[in-house]
């Protein structure tokens, strides 16, 4: 799973590279290293026009609500979505038809051991290069606000996760959908119908990524700042890397 995760400022160079040709100018990110659900994400997608396919970049709620919910708080959890079955659920039917995502990160924090003696890890390229999780998008209608009130949409989104690799089974069974740079054009591309065969791809696609990733130990992660994600002592020391 996902359940955390960090984004320093580099994102913006991704953005500009992903929506520069639209000459709009994207919004601009702001660092976090402890990013938890219904906080704000960076979220690249893809939108049809009339001149064809733009992409877009916005600041994203963290957990996928959708139109006709009344409340942006909803009573179950939705910042994950699990790749199997996608499409059987009434929920995610049709965001993954057509309203598909990256999200991306530095990296993501899971958590090993007993309750109250868990020890945090970051898991990220071992480049150090930004990752892209793959993800679904929902515009929230808020009752609350006028029609004419720029507020009144908000852009929610959740993140893909499929059965760890064996690499990162160690530390949970579930890791987040991490597609190859090559292939986020393709998996927000509002003009593909999105199906189980396309989230089936992108899982296979995304085993070779997420099997070269690397993991530590860090610091507990509480506040803020980029010391949440330095190594306690050397890196990748899980068996397995």
């Not at 402890?34 to 704000?40: E, K, R």
């Not at 090993?112 to 929902?138: L, N, W």
């Not at 292939?183 to 070779?208: C, K, N, S």
């Not at 803020?224 to 050397?234: A, D, K, S, T």
Request: proline fraction near 9%.
């Amino acid at each position: 799973m996902c359940g955390r995760f960090a984004m320093d400022d580099t994102v913006n160079e991704l953005i500009t590279e992903f929506v520069l040709a639209t000459g709009k100018d994207p919004q601009e990110w702001t660092p976090s290293w402890n990013i938890a659900p219904t906080d704000p994400i960076p979220v690249l997608f893809a939108s049809q026009r009339e001149e064809g396919v733009e992409n877009r970049f916005e600041i994203g709620h963290w957990s996928l609500v959708p139109p006709f919910s009344k409340t942006l708080k909803l009573n179950y959890p939705t910042f994950n979505a699990r790749a199997e079955d996608i499409t059987t659920k009434a929920l995610w039917r049709k965001p993954i038809a057509s309203h598909r995502a990256i999200i991306p990160a530095l990296g993501y924090f899971e958590w090993q051991g007993e309750k109250g003696h868990k020890t945090p890890y970051f898991i990220r390229d071992p480049h150090d290069d930004v990752i892209g999780m793959a993800g679904m998008y929902s515009w929230w209608r808020d009752p609350e606000k006028s029609d004419d009130d720029p507020q009144k949409w908000r852009l929610t989104a959740t993140i893909l996760t499929s059965d760890a690799v064996q690499t990162l089974a160690d530390i949970h069974d579930r890791n987040p959908v991490i597609l190859p740079r090559e292939l986020w054009q393709h998996w927000i591309d509002p003009t593909i119908v999105g199906d189980q065969a396309l989230v089936d791809e992108a899982v296979r696609a995304g085993v070779a990524v997420a099997s070269g990733l690397e993991y530590y130990e860090v610091p507990p992660v509480r506040d803020n700042g980029p010391q949440l994600i330095e190594p306690v002592g050397r890196r990748n020391v899980l068996p397995g890397l």
